[in-house]
């Protein structure tokens, strides 16, 4: 910054400092004032919410008396409804002044407040319950009193809050005053501070335009004039004029520092390449001189090693020995020929000698360790410092190997000296080696003239051992056909083992269809009877009697699960579960989990919540029987592991990332406030057979496969399931699927046979459905007697080779006054079946001895007069194919073992009312 703009500069932030403590100062009061005012105004709304509380609570005590004053014993529903919104409005005006509210005596209190507020609310429901029960019986006084105590002390409980709460505004305006004069304090602090910065920043401005003044002369003035290799630096980083000169300067000192560098190297430069040439030519003037390649290594080892400063050397030559190659120790230098812990040959790759040979490359070692070797002198023996091992080349081929060790550590100039002295040696060597092969040529020369005619009787032999060559070339190429068709024959073992792996396959899913068949046969009979006795008609079982069948039928239930649950976590493991998405209504989902866990929420008298978002589809497409078993499967682990408390189902819409606008996830949250999952069990859940609580002693039930097939089955439908619980306070189990939303909404005018039957379905009840109906007007009652009338009279012919199975329906059917005949297998069911043309509907096992239910299904068909005539396929084997088989059969609907009676009365009006 140069001076002219740090003066300004400097002027000005004073200027800004003293606006900015004005500024600071108004709005420090602005906002003291307005804290006072928001502090009041919060203040008086709690009173009001007090004084609210207080109101209702005399409220309510009024409006109960009211609603219970009629002798008739009718409830004035104007009156309940109107004590009905002074408790919400109580509960609301409770809920915000705890939330306004932080004192911890008014937290006391209200907590203590809604406790008796809730004791109230269960008091005066008992009231309403007995004057709406038993009009003419006095309401007990008991409980009157013990209301109004309740209320009364509610009453006190509004006064201290009412009392708090002005207190609280006292104490507020007290504090506001305080806040106030500490304003004014503060405002004096301010103004010294900006006084204090505004000096601090002049001093400031002028110490640092002299400082860097004084820097730049006391730094010029250090240079000395007979030295421009290391100069000093003015080391000012600031952007004002000093700035420019000290960085010019910088940049002067670094270009003379660099200049005289470079002068130094090219002087060092010029004194190696002299001091190489020179030795290199003191090691050429001896060659001439040299006749074989033991004095050549000799002459090297002892001119060289002294030459780079060394004390130790070896030269090792190649040798050839038939197909073995090593190096041999040829000259030494400082070293006996005999020298204790020296070898006398190398492998290639052994040691370093043979690695050097290998890599054909320089190594150098550093640092020697003591003990490696030893260097003796006439006055003692020491280890040296370095040493390095060159190879000795010529077109790529190794033909020897140096060492040399020293005291002190190789220069580069030595290590280059080295290097083109060895470059030069080979060529030498093999020149040396060729003139020596020559001479050795001419006197072997006489000797090959003796050797032709001897060689000439050896190759008679040679062409004698050719031919045995040969026959054993053919005989191992018949060896390699035979190991040729021995690999076919693998090929084709293996091609069988994987034919008779899909047909163990097979044989597994037949397997799960008869074991299927056979577990749900004698299930069928054994849930059947036990509901019956269950009901006890003739109320002739004892009270123990009864809890013994309900145990049974529970029992053969689980079972019923179990079956289930292994069947569809087989279905899953060989890839055989199959979805099949349609249109579903949302409200279709929330209606099957309200149906089907209502009743266990009020038998574990635990909290059932169904929660939408308004934002989520009423139409989506997707497997709804899958969704429907996954809700199932979580809905009840939720249940089972909650004591107390609820289970929530939350409904909600997400956009998934990076898709089509039309492609969304559907988020069903089950929570629950149960026994939670300790996180690292969080991870096994999933797995089959596995339970949070695995111990042999747990305490809850079930066979762990529920998760396994709900995360399964939620892959097929492309989505996924998570877990968030902590132990001891609840789990939820968050399942999200991807669903495409439709645009339309379904035209339900124009819908099919089998629709319409399920339509009639939920309209109908059995017997027993009207027996647990809480209430019923005589309008209902009379309509479900008359649903139960299509039944009376009925002739039903039960087709079934299981002789419990067809006592079992012959009980249950008779209590409905229906006319029951049977049959063992096809071909009597056929003859029963003309014998009895009055015959209404048919209910046919498929599997049978002689002839089974699908040839019947197809025979009957064949015949005019029952084309039409219902059939309900009865079959123990629960495979998805198998209800299509039934239909194709021509059946007219399809129920599976073991038998749900409601279900299959349900199905049974359905039909003779179509007929």
């Given at each position: 910054m140069k001076f002219r703009t740090k003066l300004y500069t400097s002027l000005g932030s004073i200027l800004i400092i003293i606006a900015i403590i004005v500024v600071v100062l108004l709005n420090l009061l602005e906002q003291s004032t307005v804290n006072m005012h928001v502090l009041v105004q919060e203040l008086n709304e709690r009173i009001d919410m007090s004084a609210d509380i207080k109101y209702e609570t005399a409220n309510i005590g009024r409006q109960l008396k009211e609603t219970t004053t009629d002798s008739t014993g009718t409830i004035n529903k104007s009156v309940l409804n109107a004590w009905e919104e002074s408790h919400v409005n109580l509960k609301l005006a409770t809920e915000s002044l705890e939330k306004k509210d932080t004192q911890e005596k008014s937290q006391e209190l209200i907590a203590k407040f809604k406790t008796l507020h809730q004791s109230y609310q269960d008091l005066a429901q008992q009231i309403i319950t007995i004057q709406r029960l038993e009009p003419d019986i006095e309401i007990q006084a008991a409980l009157w009193e013990e209301a109004e105590l309740t209320r009364q002390r509610m009453l006190q409980i509004t006064?201290?809050?009412?009392?708090?709460?002005?207190?609280?505004?006292?104490?507020?305006l007290f504090r506001s005053r305080d806040a106030y004069n500490w304003a004014v304090k503060v405002i004096y602090i301010?103004?010294?501070?900006?006084?204090?910065?505004?000096i601090s920043l002049t001093i400031w401005v002028i110490k640092s335009i002299t400082k860097n003044l004084n820097h730049v002369t006391a730094v010029m003035q250090s240079v000395k004039n007979d030295d421009v290799a290391t100069l000093p630096r003015i080391k000012i980083a600031s952007k004002d004029e000093f700035g420019a000169i000290a960085r010019a300067f910088n940049k002067m000192a670094y270009t003379l520092e660099e200049q005289s560098k470079i002068e130094n190297e090219l002087k060092v430069e010029a004194e190696e390449q002299s001091w190489l040439k020179t030795r290199i030519a003191e090691i050429a003037t001896m060659f001439p001189e040299i006749k074989n390649v033991q004095m050549l290594t000799e002459m090297v080892i002892r001119k060289l090693v002294p030459m780079v400063g060394g004390s130790w050397g070896i030269f090792y030559i190649k040798e050839v020995e038939g197909d073995k190659e090593y190096y041999k120790r040829s000259a030494t230098y400082a070293i006996a020929k005999e020298g204790k812990g020296f070898e006398q040959t190398f492998q290639i790759g052994q040691g370093l000698i043979g690695q050097c040979a290998i890599e054909k490359r320089p190594i150098l070692l550093d640092e020697i360790p003591d003990g490696f070797m030893k260097i003796q002198t006439g006055i003692g023996i020491a280890t040296p410092k370095a040493s390095i091992i060159l190879p000795v080349e010529y077109e790529g081929n190794v033909l020897g190997v140096i060492e040399i060790a020293s005291f002190g550590s190789f220069s580069k100039s030595q290590v280059k000296l080295l290097k083109e002295v060895i470059s030069n040696i080979g060529v030498t060597m093999v020149s040396i080696a060729n003139h020596v092969k020559a001479e050795k040529l001419l006197q072997e020369s006489q000797v090959l003239t003796e050797e032709l005619q001897a060689q000439s009787e050896e190759l008679q032999v040679q062409q004698e051992e050719l031919r045995t060559t040969n026959e054993k070339l053919e005989e191992q190429y018949e060896t390699s056909e035979q190991k040729k068709k021995e690999l076919e024959k693998v090929r084709e073992a293996l091609e069988e083992k994987a034919q008779q792996l899909e047909l163990s396959s097979q044989y597994k899913s037949e397997f799960l269809a008869n074991m299927s068949h056979e577990l749900r046969t004698p299930l069928n009979s054994l849930l059947i009877l036990a509901k019956i006795l269950s009901e006890n008609s003739n109320k002739n079982l004892t009270p123990k009697q009864e809890e013994y069948v309900r145990t049974i039928y529970s029992s053969g239930h689980d079972?019923?699960?179990?079956?289930?649950?292994?069947?569809?976590?087989?279905?899953?493991?060989?890839?055989?579960l199959e979805v099949v998405p349609k249109e579903v209504k949302t409200k279709s989902i929330q209606q099957f989990v309200y149906r089907q866990f209502s009743p266990v929420a009020r038998q574990k008298n635990v909290g059932l919540s169904i929660q939408v978002?308004?934002?989520?589809?009423?139409?989506?497409?997707?497997?709804?029987?899958?969704?429907?078993?996954?809700?199932?499967?979580?809905?009840?682990?939720?249940?089972?592991?909650?004591?107390?408390?609820?289970?929530t189902l939350l409904i909600q819409e997400k956009q998934m990332p990076d898709a089509d606008p039309k492609q969304k996830l559907l988020v069903f949250s089950v929570s629950d406030t149960g026994i939670g999952i300790a996180k690292e069990k969080q991870n096994t859940i999933f797995d089959a057979f596995r339970q949070a609580d695995g111990t042999t002693s747990r305490q809850y039930g079930g066979t762990g496969l529920g998760l396994s097939i709900s995360r399964e089955i939620a892959s097929l439908l492309g989505g996924s399931i998570e877990i968030e619980s902590e132990e001891g306070k609840g789990s939820t189990f968050i399942l999200s699927i991807p669903y495409l939303q439709l645009d339309e909404k379904v035209d339900n005018t124009s819908v099919n046979d089998q629709e319409v039957a399920a339509g009639l379905e939920v309209d109908l009840f059995s017997e027993s459905e009207i027996e647990e109906q809480d209430i019923l007007n005589e309008e209902e009652v009379s309509m479900i007697q008359q649903k139960l009338s299509l039944l009376k009279d009925k002739k039903i012919l039960i087709v079934d080779d299981d002789t419990r199975n067809v006592f079992a329906l012959t009980s249950a059917l008779e209590k409905y006054e229906m006319d029951i005949i049977y049959a063992e297998n096809g071909i009597e069911g056929i003859e029963e079946l003309v014998e009895n043309p009055d015959t209404d509907l048919i209910l046919m096992d498929i599997m049978m001895p002689k002839m089974d239910g699908f040839e019947a299904i197809r025979r009957i068909r064949k015949l005019p007069d029952f084309k039409t005539l219902p059939i309900i396929a009865v079959t123990a084997k629960a495979m998805k194919h198998n209800r299509d088989e039934c239909l194709e059969a021509g059946a007219t609907d399809y129920i599976s073992k073991p038998i749900d009676m409601d279900q299959l009365l349900s199905l049974i009006q359905v039909w003779l009312y179509r007929k």
């Open positions: 006064e201290l809050l009412h009392g708090l709460q002005e207190q609280e505004l006292k104490n507020e301010y103004l010294a501070v900006g006084l204090v910065l505004c079972l019923l699960h179990l079956i289930n649950d292994i069947l569809d976590l087989a279905k899953v493991e060989s890839g055989k978002e308004s934002n989520v589809p009423e139409q989506i497409f997707t497997d709804e029987h899958r969704l429907q078993q996954i809700l199932k499967n979580l809905m009840s682990n939720a249940f089972k592991f909650t004591e107390h408390g609820s289970v």
